[in-house]
C-alpha cells in the first residue's frame, strides 16, 4: 500500500526544461499587465506633465478640488487662479486635472 522512498524520488525529478515552463505562465502574466496597466498609465502621467507644464495666463482650469477658474499669473510651482470677479486663490500646478479652454498665441501679422 505505502510507496517506498526510492519511487517517490524517481517520479519527483524532472528535467531543466519543466522548470523554465513553469515560469512560463508568470512571463506572460507580468507582459499582459505592462501592456494594459502600466504602459497605459505611463502615458496619461505624461500628458498630464506636459499639460501641467504649458500652463499660462488666461487658461481657463480645473482643479483636483473641482474649482473651475481663470489663470491670472503662472509661477513656477503654483499658479494664481480666480475662481470668481475678484477671488483668486494660489494652487499647486500639480492639481491641476484639465484645461477647459487653453488661449492661443496671437498670430503676427504678416
Given amino acids: 500500500m505505502f510507496v517506498t522512498p526510492a519511487y517517490a524520488q524517481a517520479a519527483g525529478s524532472a528535467g531543466a526544461g519543466s522548470a523554465f515552463a513553469q515560469f512560463i505562465p508568470l ?3 507580468f507582459a499582459i ?10 502615458k496619461r502621467v505624461k500628458q498630464h506633465r506636459e499639460m501641467v507644464a ?7 482650469v480645473v482643479t483636483q478640488g473641482g474649482l473651475i477658474g481663470k489663470v491670472t499669473a ?11 470677479s475678484g477671488v483668486k486663490v494660489r494652487v499647486v500646478r500639480g492639481t491641476i486635472s484639465q484645461v477647459v479652454t487653453a488661449t492661443t498665441p496671437v498670430a503676427a501679422n504678416s
Avoid: H
Avoid at 499587465?33 to 505611463?42: A, E, G, H, K
Avoid at 503662472?74 to 470668481?84: G, H, N, S, Y
Fill in 74 to 84: 503662472a509661477r513656477e510651482d503654483e499658479l494664481e487662479v480666480e475662481i470668481a
Fill in 33 to 42: 499587465m505592462y501592456f494594459l496597466m502600466i504602459r497605459p498609465q505611463q
Fill in 54 to 60: 504649458n500652463l499660462k495666463k488666461g487658461d481657463q
Fill in 27 to 29: 512571463i506572460l502574466i
